[in-house]
């Protein structure tokens, strides 16, 4: 099967896997500072290729960055949050803007990396409910409980909203579908807002693996979830704790962020080496 190179050679290798190239049990772990809240991970690609971390420690918001590639995840650099004075709900990393995207007490918050400051607030729930985001390559969606608000990526400008008829505990989000995650059902929606899947599927956090492919985390069930657009294709039981998921593409590591303790635990792909 290794003799038709030429046609999956266009292919990134990372389209090409899925759960058969995993095993069950993590590959290592890292420890975890003990007495940290973590807040979620965000992978951040090259150039810069780190994973971000954000905990919460004497009520200071931390957002750590960590080598992605190697294996002691070596911590880059710490940067103390200090012009945000509540926990970090959620917040992801947005390549086009090259900021991190920051949902804390009701407000989005772009944060630049570089200039280690944050570049806009906007109030998106002013009842300060727990609110989710995701981004595409031209939308920013953010979720307070049950109701999806868009916004243009660069004006941060409101486009439009949708009630959601349950509470979302996480959203992923790209130009093709939005997914929306609840502790009892898991629904996709294509570009207009349109519900086009519902499986009855718990989770608690979600990120997508490759095109094709994401990854669900369920803290309350202990489990992991491998789910396509039309099927659940496998379910990884006794993970204690899953709390926040990212993949590095680059070398198709799966980092999981768990809890007590608090730790990641990191698949690699089976025999990556052996198809170099």
């Given at each position: 099967?290794?003799?038709?190179?030429?046609?999956?050679?266009?292919?990134?290798k990372?389209?090409q896997?899925d759960?058969s190239n995993y095993?069950?049990h993590?590959t290592?772990s890292?420890?975890?500072?003990?007495?940290s809240?973590y807040?979620?991970?965000?992978y951040?690609?090259?150039?810069l290729?780190?994973l971000a971390l954000?905990?919460?420690?004497?009520?200071?918001?931390i957002?750590?960055l960590r080598?992605?590639?190697?294996?002691?995840?070596d911590?880059i650099r710490s940067?103390?949050?200090?012009?945000?004075?509540f926990?970090?709900?959620?917040?992801v990393w947005?390549s086009q803007?090259n900021?991190f995207?920051l949902?804390?007490?009701g407000?989005?918050?772009?944060?630049?990396?570089?200039?280690?400051?944050i570049t806009?607030?906007?109030?998106?729930?002013?009842?300060k409910n727990?609110?989710?985001?995701?981004?595409?390559?031209?939308?920013?969606a953010?979720?307070?409980s049950?109701?999806?608000k868009l916004y243009?990526l660069?004006?941060?400008?409101?486009?439009?909203?949708k009630?959601?008829?349950?509470?979302?505990?996480?959203?992923?989000f790209d130009d093709?579908?939005?997914?929306s995650?609840h502790?009892?059902?898991l629904?996709v929606?294509d570009?207009?807002l349109?519900?086009?899947?519902?499986?009855?599927?718990g989770?608690?956090?979600?990120c997508?693996?490759?095109?094709k492919?994401w990854?669900?985390?369920?803290?309350?069930?202990?489990?992991?979830?491998?789910?396509?657009?039309?099927k659940?294709l496998?379910?990884?039981s006794?993970?204690?704790?899953?709390?926040s998921i990212?993949?590095?593409?680059?070398i198709?590591r799966?980092v999981?962020?768990s809890n007590d303790?608090n730790?990641l635990?990191?698949y690699d792909?089976?025999n990556?080496?052996?198809c170099?």
């Amino acid at each position: 099967h290794k003799l038709n190179m030429a046609s999956s050679d266009e292919i990134p290798k990372h389209e090409q896997l899925d759960q058969s190239n995993y095993e069950t049990h993590e590959t290592f772990s890292i420890l975890l500072e003990p007495s940290s809240i973590y807040c979620g991970m965000a992978y951040l690609p090259l150039p810069l290729n780190e994973l971000a971390l954000i905990y919460t420690h004497n009520d200071k918001n931390i957002l750590e960055l960590r080598q992605a590639e190697n294996n002691n995840f070596d911590i880059i650099r710490s940067v103390e949050l200090s012009d945000i004075s509540f926990p970090v709900d959620d917040f992801v990393w947005c390549s086009q803007r090259n900021e991190f995207l920051l949902m804390s007490n009701g407000q989005l918050v772009t944060y630049n990396l570089e200039k280690e400051q944050i570049t806009n607030t906007l109030v998106v729930d002013k009842d300060k409910n727990k609110c989710r985001i995701a981004c595409n390559s031209t939308l920013i969606a953010c979720v307070d409980s049950r109701t999806l608000k868009l916004y243009e990526l660069y004006t941060l400008k409101f486009l439009r909203q949708k009630r959601l008829d349950h509470v979302c505990e996480d959203i992923e989000f790209d130009d093709q579908h939005f997914i929306s995650t609840h502790t009892g059902k898991l629904e996709v929606l294509d570009r207009t807002l349109f519900s086009i899947r519902r499986f009855a599927i718990g989770g608690t956090s979600i990120c997508r693996f490759n095109t094709k492919l994401w990854l669900i985390a369920d803290s309350f069930d202990d489990r992991l979830l491998w789910q396509s657009l039309d099927k659940l294709l496998l379910t990884v039981s006794h993970m204690h704790q899953p709390k926040s998921i990212a993949v590095i593409p680059t070398i198709s590591r799966i980092v999981i962020q768990s809890n007590d303790p608090n730790r990641l635990l990191i698949y690699d792909p089976i025999n990556i080496d052996s198809c170099k």
